[in-house]
């Protein structure tokens, strides 16, 4: 188990009883987030301390792993969408709001820290005009994240992102491809495009 200086939710006095609090929770609730998971036909597999401090949905027909101490503060919704999709979350990761959709592969490292973020290995649909009649399945790639990661919230990875260890991915950033390690990524900041413009003038009534 981690160090008081390595684990989230010991960074300040009093947040390791709610740390505390989230494994006693998730020891009571984990046989019934099995059950609904392998309801809806995931394999799911919870490793130890989960501490469950908000909601956690496990949807889909593939494999979701969640490793040793890892840490879900307002929630995280884990959803696959084919057989073969596989998420896993790596051990002492925090995730606090976060979706994740995978219809191939979504794979999280070590000690990431992942706020109200979406994370989709896959578009969903075709981006040409026939998309609705287009049964042929969509390409998916696969997302990867190093150790020590941080993604802030309001962030999206889509397929085939991969971010390196330690890297930062700011508040609205939108990833599609690599992400060195050691680095800060961001979105560009907001610009100028248009002046607002006067209202249009009432034109007169017809007589």
Not at 3 to 17: A, I, V, Y
Not at 105 to 117: K, L, P, Q, Y
Request: charged share 25%.
């Amino acid at each position: 188990m981690f160090s008081s200086s390595q684990h989230p939710s010991f960074q300040r006095p009093g947040l390791h009883l709610r740390w505390r609090w989230g494994v006693i929770r998730a020891w009571i609730l984990r046989p019934w987030i099995l059950v609904r998971a392998a309801m809806s036909g995931t394999r799911c597999e919870i490793g130890a301390r989960l501490s469950l401090q908000g909601r956690l949905r496990v949807r889909g027909p593939g494999r979701v792993i969640i490793e040793d101490d890892v840490i879900i503060g307002d929630g995280a919704d884990l959803y696959t969408h084919h057989p073969d999709a596989v998420i896993r979350i790596g051990r002492g990761t925090f995730l606090n709001g976060t979706r994740i959709s995978s219809a191939l592969e979504v794979t999280i490292g070590a000690e990431n820290i992942i706020g109200d973020a979406r994370l989709l290995d896959t578009d969903f649909h075709w981006s040409h005009r026939d998309r609705h009649q287009d049964s042929r399945p969509v390409p998916a790639m696969a997302i990867r994240t190093g150790r020590n990661v941080w993604i802030g919230a309001a962030t999206v990875l889509l397929k085939g992102s991969e971010v390196g260890e330690n890297s930062v991915i700011a508040m609205g950033a939108i990833v599609s491809g690599r992400v060195p390690a050691d680095e800060i990524w961001g979105p560009e900041r907001a610009r100028f495009l248009a002046k607002v413009a006067e209202p249009p003038k009432h034109s007169e009534s017809p007589s």
